[in-house]
């Protein structure tokens, strides 16, 4: 039975509630949360191509998303009692429904996009919200952070077709948290860093996206908007650094809003400036 932290409001005192979490559509996801980290704000990093209509340290992404993916052909699976790692697929299959064209602008790295700093994590979705809306962006949805990862040819991985623990923080051996002292204040930060497996922004080069975005898999889940709205806005994305499937499909829909935990962060996007009409 999996079990997560709830934030809960008491005589106006936030306090830790233990309550069951909910059931992921498809990418396997992990415990919960603790304390909150302040909202810093991020340096520039690297510039966006000129023209590009994206701020500094952000990505233009533009292309087609394909909304219903046959699924990817599986040809030859990481371990032979487990189908939940694939080793390596085949191309993926035209998309089944019209594709929607998109454009937009990403951060290059995880929050705070800060190339060599480790992802923020112990986020809720709506403080993840927030610190992207603070800076004059926003989160991505569930299909612009997929667009970006798989690019237009749907990859699974965002460096190909074949899984790499080399290329991503992934495949990583899960240490067991220990929930009495996630709830303690004098403890929970060592707790933490005791399980902490993550790695600082673009320290592996091969783990970008056709589009050019870094760690899009691995390293820690990303909190994205599910415009389904069911069950809740909130989803994550790409997985973290232990075994799961690290995907740039898979979304894990069954956290409520309020939901944390060490290995969660997130990115910003942002909508792109408007296209110059060109003079007749």
């Given at each position: 039975?999996?079990?997560?932290?709830?934030?809960?409001?008491?005589?106006?005192?936030?306090?830790?509630?233990?309550?069951?979490?909910?059931?992921?559509?498809?990418?396997?996801?992990?415990?919960?949360?603790?304390?909150?980290?302040?909202?810093?704000?991020?340096?520039?990093?690297?510039?966006?191509?000129?023209?590009?209509?994206?701020?500094?340290?952000?990505?233009?992404?533009?292309?087609?998303?394909?909304?219903?993916?046959?699924?990817?052909?599986?040809?030859?699976?990481?371990?032979?009692?487990?189908?939940?790692?694939?080793?390596?697929?085949?191309?993926s299959a035209p998309c089944a429904k019209p594709?929607?064209?998109?454009?937009?602008?990403?951060?290059?790295?995880?929050?705070?996009?800060?190339?060599?700093?480790?992802?923020?994590?112990?986020?809720?979705?709506?403080?993840?919200?927030?610190?992207?809306?603070?800076?004059?962006?926003?989160?991505?949805?569930?299909?612009?952070?997929?667009?970006?990862?798989?690019?237009?040819?749907?990859?699974?991985?965002?460096?190909?077709?074949?899984?790499?623990?080399t290329a991503c923080n992934i495949d990583k051996?899960?240490?067991?948290?220990?929930?009495?002292?996630?709830?303690?204040?004098?403890?929970?930060?060592?707790?933490?860093?005791?399980?902490?497996?993550?790695?600082?922004?673009?320290?592996?080069?091969?783990?970008?996206?056709?589009?050019?975005?870094?760690?899009?898999?691995?390293?820690?889940?990303?909190?994205?908007?599910?415009?389904?709205?069911?069950?809740?806005?909130?989803?994550?994305?790409?997985?973290?650094?232990?075994?799961?499937?690290g995907r740039c499909r898979p979304t894990t829909?069954?956290?409520?809003?309020?939901?944390?935990?060490?290995?969660?962060?997130?990115?910003?996007?942002?909508?792109?400036?408007?296209?110059?009409?060109?003079?007749?």
């Amino acid at each position: 039975m999996r079990f997560a932290w709830r934030r809960v409001v008491f005589g106006g005192s936030a306090l830790l509630a233990l309550s069951h979490a909910g059931v992921a559509r498809s990418e396997a996801d992990s415990p919960v949360t603790l304390a909150a980290i302040a909202v810093t704000s991020p340096a520039s990093v690297v510039a966006a191509p000129a023209g590009s209509g994206c701020g500094e340290g952000m990505i233009e992404v533009e292309g087609d998303y394909c909304p219903a993916l046959p699924e990817q052909k599986c040809l030859r699976w990481a371990s032979a009692t487990t189908k939940g790692r694939c080793a390596e697929f085949a191309p993926s299959a035209p998309c089944a429904k019209p594709s929607i064209h998109k454009r937009f602008c990403m951060d290059r790295f995880e929050y705070p996009n800060r190339e060599h700093e480790d992802p923020i994590v112990m986020k809720d979705w709506y403080e993840a919200r927030d610190a992207c809306g603070a800076i004059g962006k926003r989160l991505c949805t569930d299909a612009e952070w997929t667009l970006a990862c798989e690019g237009p040819e749907h990859l699974p991985y965002p460096y190909g077709l074949s899984r790499d623990a080399t290329a991503c923080n992934i495949d990583k051996f899960p240490l067991n948290p220990k929930p009495e002292l996630l709830r303690r204040h004098d403890t929970r930060d060592a707790e933490v860093k005791r399980l902490w497996q993550g790695e600082p922004s673009g320290s592996r080069d091969r783990c970008k996206s056709p589009y050019g975005v870094m760690d899009m898999t691995g390293n820690v889940d990303e909190w994205v908007v599910n415009e389904t709205g069911k069950p809740h806005r909130s989803a994550l994305k790409g997985g973290y650094w232990s075994w799961v499937r690290g995907r740039c499909r898979p979304t894990t829909d069954g956290h409520e809003e309020d939901f944390r935990y060490y290995q969660i962060g997130f990115r910003c996007c942002a909508d792109t400036a408007p296209q110059a009409t060109a003079a007749r």
